[in-house]
């Protein structure tokens, strides 16, 4: 076909075979430039439309490579061992807005730890208020990887706490964190967490230094530990060490006036049971002698700190429930040790320097007891809902500590314990927890809860 058209061509007249040609020629150039319009045109028809799918569809995350998954996996001994300049950027929520504007139920307690480049935000410098036995830098603890870890729920982003908001939300009312130690421990991280902000006033502490109070003078917020570790009344024989000349004598049926004469000013409360209802105790109740738990030779009736532990905390919520006053109630779930091979007064010690991932450790039976008498009895008590009492929100602290052995001070609860001797014996601490450390953490949850909260009941 082509051939037989070449020759049409050759065979006519040259000047009207170019007359032709430019005829032709006309009518390809009109087409082309029409050809070339239309494609324009629909190439800025597709190109907006492109721009306003994107609105409304984001795009899809990456296709992981072989070298990020290969680099995901590198051991956090690798990861710590980066210069803090050539740490990747990871982008954390500056405030508590993921469950705001996504309203979907999520299990902030179930997750895992992840590397957080970050690291603490705070030191032993800028906050004044680490007590000794927590000041695990100045005390010489030699291992730092401690510090760069995070909680991570499974099915959601957990925002770290945010200590401007959180001070704006307080002006004008007042916190306490009630319990024993543990207590102490966890209101000296928020302490530390909000003097980034603003510095607090101590305006109280009793003779023993035990229960304190502060001032965040321009919020007008008062933030206090109350140190009461049966929450009912007790007369305890022992010393700051933990020394004890007597067993302790527990009254059952009667709260201890210590929190409850104060309850009534408080706006927030953090309230926890805790240790030391394993100790060796006489149980009184109805005014008399009901029995004991660990009391060998006293021709008591061993009842056992189940039965104590679970009466102690329906008095407790049902004094909560009960009240007039309408506070907001967090309650705190059990901590774990993480002694191994002994106790505290019998040579045990905590010398990991990683966090245990999930399904690597078992809660021991004492604290999953406790645990689950913690629970059962925190569901009967929330179960007629806020509209009864107070506000009662679960802080279940318990699974996400288990799996930090590497956060307790060890050794290092007393300054450089071997400076002289690195065979010293030295009393270790595997209970507390170092500061800053893991229990800063439980902080980013009561922030979470506090903003939050509705969608976790």
């Not at 990861?79 to 990747?88: G, I, Y």
Request: aromatic letters at 12%; glycine letters at 6%.
């Amino acid at each position: 076909m082509v051939k037989e058209m070449r020759s049409e061509y050759s065979s006519s007249n040259p000047f009207s075979s170019l007359s032709s040609f430019h005829k032709h020629n006309h009518v390809f150039v009109k087409f082309a430039v029409s050809l070339l319009l239309v494609g324009l045109a629909f190439r800025l028809f597709f190109s907006d439309s492109i721009r306003y799918i994107s609105v409304l569809e984001p795009l899809p995350p990456p296709v992981e490579t072989e070298q990020e998954s290969e680099e995901t996996e590198t051991p956090v001994s690798s990861f710590l061992a980066q210069t803090p300049s050539s740490l990747p950027p990871i982008d954390f929520p500056a405030t508590n807005i993921t469950q705001e504007s996504e309203n979907v139920k999520c299990d902030i307690f179930t997750g895992g730890w992840v590397p957080d480049p970050s690291g603490p935000r705070y030191t032993n410098e800028s906050c004044p208020e680490i007590e000794s036995h927590q000041n695990c830098m100045k005390n010489g603890r030699p291992d730092s990887a401690y510090f760069y870890w995070r909680w991570n729920p499974r099915d959601c982003e957990l925002p770290k706490f945010n200590a401007h908001r959180f001070l704006a939300l307080m002006r004008n009312k007042s916190w306490a964190f009630i319990g024993d130690s543990i207590s102490r421990n966890h209101v000296q991280s928020l302490l530390c967490l909000l003097s980034q902000v603003e510095q607090a006033v101590e305006v109280y502490h009793d003779k023993e230094y035990r229960s304190k109070r502060w001032l965040f003078p321009s919020h007008n917020f008062t933030l206090s530990v109350i140190w009461t570790p049966f929450l009912v009344e007790a007369a305890i024989f022992e010393d700051m060490n933990g020394v004890s000349t007597s067993e302790i004598q527990l009254y059952l049926d009667k709260l201890d006036k210590t929190w409850t004469d104060q309850y009534n000013n408080l706006d927030y409360v953090v309230i926890s049971g805790g240790k030391w209802f394993l100790k060796t105790a006489i149980y009184h109740e109805n005014n008399t002698v009901s029995g004991c738990h660990n009391c060998p030779g006293k021709n008591l009736t061993e009842v056992g700190l189940e039965h104590a532990y679970r009466n102690v905390l329906r008095l407790v919520f049902n004094f909560i429930k009960g009240s007039d006053h309408k506070a907001s109630v967090f309650f705190r779930t059990t901590t774990p040790d993480h002694f191994e091979n002994g106790e505290w007064f019998s040579g045990g010690y905590c010398n990991r320097t990683v966090p245990f991932k999930e399904g690597e450790v078992d809660m021991r039976d004492v604290d999953t007891m406790m645990r689950n008498i913690e629970l059962e009895e925190f569901e009967k008590a929330s179960a007629n809902g806020p509209e009864e009492g107070a506000r009662l929100t679960l802080l279940d602290t318990t699974h996400l500590s288990l799996l930090r052995p590497d956060g307790h001070p060890g050794p290092y609860r007393q300054f450089q314990p071997f400076a002289k001797d690195q065979n010293a014996k030295v009393q270790t601490d595997c209970l507390h927890w170092c500061l800053p450390g893991p229990i800063d953490s439980w902080n980013d949850l009561v922030m979470e809860l506090l903003i939050n909260g509705k969608i976790y009941q």
